[in-house]
């Protein structure tokens, strides 16, 4: 169950991540990013690693993005 919830948190914060591609909306990267790392920690206590492995690939999109964008140093 703590494997749904984490994927359905994944897709959601994948969805907008690529939004947040659009120039401009790069700040949106640092609302993404926490909303992934919840979905990580639920899929980290699940006993499946697709849901984790997902939110894993959103926060390390959200945060190259920040980083092109410079606003991760």
Do not use: C, E, K
Request: aromatic letters at 8%.
């Amino acid at each position: 169950m703590l494997n749904i919830a984490s994927l359905a948190i994944g897709v959601i914060a994948l969805i907008l991540a690529v939004f947040a591609f659009i120039p401009f909306l790069g700040w949106a990267n640092w609302v993404i990013i926490p909303f992934a790392v919840i979905g990580l920690a639920l899929g980290a206590m699940s006993d499946r690693t697709s849901g984790r492995n997902l939110n894993i690939v959103v926060v390390v999109v959200g945060a190259l993005r920040l980083m092109l964008g410079g606003g991760l140093i």
